[in-house]
Every structure is written in C-alpha cells, then in structure tokens.
C-alpha cells in the first residue's frame, strides 16, 4: 500500500509528490496526459512565450521612437508556435527528470475512485493510505446561442491556430481574454472584446481595470463593457456577434472569436459522488484549511477546490497539504497570494483591492507614482501605468497593485511587505538602485506616509 496516490500531475500535483518524497512517503502520480498540467501545456507558459512574440512585434513596430528605421515586417506564427512547443518540451522534460530523480512512481492513465483509499487505473487498483486530488480545470462553457460554431474557440484551442486572424472578437474581459487579446493585437489582428459587467478584471482593484481600459484603446483594441452577448451566427465566410450593449444592440463580424468565460472544475469520471466528497454549488471540492475533503484520508488541493486558481497558489497547496499529511499543520498565506495579467502593459496584484477594504470597513491610506515619473520607464519608453499601495490606520501594507513595464516582476517585492505584515514606516531607508523601475514601487509607499520626493505632484 503506497503512503500517498495523487491524481494529476500538473503545478500542485508534481510539487506535491516531490515534497512527499523529501518527507520519506512512499508515492504514486497519476496522470492522463503529460505531467505539467493545464499551467504547462495549454496555459501559463504557452502564452508567455507567445507573449514574448508579442513584445517584440510591439518594439520593432515602435522602433521608429528609437531612430530605427524598419520596412515589410512580418510575423510568423507557424514559427512562434514552434518555438513555443519547444520551450513546453523542455520544460516537460525537465519536470520528468524531477520526478525520476526523486524517486516519485508515475502513472499514465485516467483513475477512478473506487473508495477512499483504492483507485482504479488502466484496469488496475492501487492502494494508499491517504489521497491527494489535484485533476485541475478546463475553460468554463458560456451559455450562449451558437457558441458551438466553427471558428468560435476557447484558451486552448487559441494556442494551436496556424493563421492570425485578421479580425478577433474576445467574450470576456478577465485576465485570459485580456491576455489573448494584447498578443493577437500585437500579431496583427483587429480585436474587439465583450465584457459582461461594468469594469474589466473585476476581480482585482477597480483602478486597475479602468486604466486598463484606456490603454487597450490606445492600442486600437475596441473594448464593449456591459455588453451582454446575444447570439452567435455564421454570416457568408464569417461569424457575427450580436450583443446587448449600454446603447444598444452590438453586431461585429469576426474570423475567429474567442470565449473566455474562465475556468470550472475537472472531475469528469473521476466518481466524486461514490466516495460522498462534498462540492460546492459550482463543482468544486470543498475542502478545509488542511485541505482535508468531508472523506477521511481524501485530501484535494489547486484549481480543482477554486479560490485563486493560479499555478503559483496551487504549488503551495500541494506543499502544505502533504506537510499536513505528515502532521506539520502547514497553512497558506491567502492574504499575500499575487497575481499576474501578462497584458500590454502588464498587471499585478497582491493583497487587499480598494474595494475590498473599503467594503471591510478598514480604514485606508493610498499612496501612488506614475511610471510617467520615473526614469527609468521613459528610458524604455513604457510609461503607461502606476503603482497603488494600500495601507491600513497602523500603517501596515495590505495591498500593492501595479499596472505597468515588467508589473510581474516587481510584485515580488510588494507580495513581501503583504505577506511580513510590513509597516510603510519599516521600508523608509531601504536603498532602492537608481535608475530603476522598482523606485516606483519605493515612490509609492513614501507617498503613503506623505513623504513622496518625486511623486506627488504626478498623482
């Protein structure tokens, strides 16, 4: 009998056998596909790497700013997605080699639960102690007339066209529709995105949307919010969208539309109901701060129990779940979770939105720097966005919020003083190097306190 069975081999999965092993359990990783998940094959790094495509079409066609001269470019998608299936590879394989050198048994196979503590794949049983589900998710379906039509695609899909469309509709205006839409502007296509509610990413701090929403039309993206779409027709050699708008109805042709209506869980076949697991009214498995299941020894973590749905988040579940296995009652910050919108310009946040205080009744402080300010933005010529940081009446940083050049990569920073319960008063004095753009970032908190050198009549 195996210590631990997990079922599914994606970000929580993997790591979580991995960790298993270090902690001396004895494992087994199932998986249907290839390990590395949805964040590997068909997410995360797919579209960073088209992403990175993206950029660079951006800089060749703004290169006229940097007195370059440049004639007849043209993007090739067949090529970019070659490139992108061998960065997948390789990363594959790297997980692979991981998993081997940690000694961590694998699976090929879909599994079904049979009890708690026996699972049945490719017609065998497997036995364990304990049982660990991390099956992930796929792209949620819209109800919506005609959404079956060919040519009408999901985030999946979206990865493995051979053509740029010259004209693209997105249906949803959250981090996927956004991301698509910013990297098929960038290739050439005529985007057009529908938002169902009033505000894009309305999951994150308002401000972060509406400035977003400025941006996108700068760069010729046509954005319909409170736009709620009809039907979906074919119309000659194209599709149409018909959709109820804030004046009206809206009709838009397009080549290939896009719904990305976000994520719902994965258990298909996998027989939640013969072992009694709870779920919520959405599907997902309900699951405590150990991420125990309502079973005994059944254990669930990642996209599959909802809440963030990111890769990183998924990671530190699986971690904390197994150190809970082992009886180190391990617990994940929630409150200092970031996330990331690989948009043009690029979105970060972690912590408390605005709103999210304000509606809390905490008692706040803002303090903000335009990358119009800082240097090293208009060095680069990227000075579209700001950085937001939120403190509470003790002068502890609750949220940090960034729209801006390389926002991924300077939430590090920020995810820190929210995760440390850090005081804005704490960071005074800490050198920030010069010229860079993590002084916003620095600029920010100072504003906080009311000490801004550099950003205060910039607000």
């Known amino acids: 009998m195996k210590d631990l069975i997990i079922i599914g081999g994606g970000p929580g999965g993997y790591v979580a056998a991995i960790r298993a092993r270090q902690l001396g359990m004895n494992v087994v990783l199932i998986e249907k596909d290839r ?64 998993l081997q050198d940690n000694g961590v048994e694998r699976v090929t196979g879909r599994a079904e639960l049979l009890d708690k503590n026996t699972v049945r794949v490719n017609g065998q049983s497997i036995q364990g102690r304990n049982l660990l589900l991390a099956t992930g998710s796929v792209p949620a379906s819209l109800p919506i007339p ?111 539309i896009l719904a990305a209506g976000g994520r719902q869980p994965y258990t298909e076949g996998l027989g939640l109901e013969k072992l009694g697991i709870e779920i919520d009214a959405s ?37 904390a779940a197994v150190e809970n296995i082992a009886g180190q009652h391990t617990r994940v910050h929630y409150h200092a979770v970031p996330g990331c919108v690989f948009s043009i310009p690029e979105i970060a946040s972690v912590g408390m939105s605005e709103e999210e205080a ?32 939120i403190a509470d009446k003790d002068d502890v940083i609750i949220g940090v919020h960034i729209i801006g050049p390389h926002a991924s990569d300077l939430i590090t920073e920020g995810t820190m003083m929210v995760n440390n319960q850090m005081k804005a008063a704490e960071l005074t004095g800490i050198i920030h190097p010069h010229p860079t753009l993590c002084e916003a970032l620095m600029e920010a908190v100072l504003d906080v306190q009311g000490k801004a050198i550099h950003g205060a009549r910039h607000r």
């Open 35 to 98: 390990v590395g998940g949805v964040c590997l094959h068909r997410g995360c790094i797919p579209t960073k790497a088209y992403y990175r495509n993206a950029l660079a079409m951006r800089d060749i066609c703004n290169s006229s700013e940097f007195n370059i001269q440049l004639d007849n470019v043209s993007f090739d998608i067949a090529g970019a997605k070659e490139r992108k299936n061998k960065i997948v590879n390789n990363l594959f394989g790297g997980i692979e080699k991981l």
């Open 358 to 389: 304000r509606i809390r009744g905490i008692e706040y402080r803002i303090g903000k720097f335009q990358f119009a300010a800082n240097g090293k933005a208009l060095t680069m010529g990227e000075t579209d966005g700001m950085v937001k940081v």
């Open 146 to 256: 005609g959404i079956d039509q060919p040519g009408v695609l999901n985030s999946d899909q979206m990865l493995d066209l051979d053509q740029v469309p010259d004209r693209l509709a997105v249906i949803g205006g959250g981090v996927i529709g956004l991301e698509f839409a910013c990297i098929f502007n960038s290739f050439g296509s005529q985007v057009k995105i529908f938002e169902f509610l009033p505000t894009l990413l309305n999951t994150m701090d308002n401000e972060l949307g509406k400035r977003m929403l400025v941006f996108l039309k700068k760069q010729n993206i046509a954005v319909h919010t409170s736009a709620s779409v009809e039907k979906i027709e074919r119309d000659a050699d194209a599709l149409k969208i018909t959709a109820q708008g804030k004046k009206g109805i809206i009709e838009v042709p397009a080549d290939i």
């Open 283 to 319: 599907g997902f498995i309900k699951v405590n701060g150990s991420f125990a299941t309502s079973v005994e020894g059944v254990y669930a973590i990642g996209d599959v129990i909802g809440g963030f749905m990111l890769a990183h988040a998924a990671s530190e579940e699986g971690i």
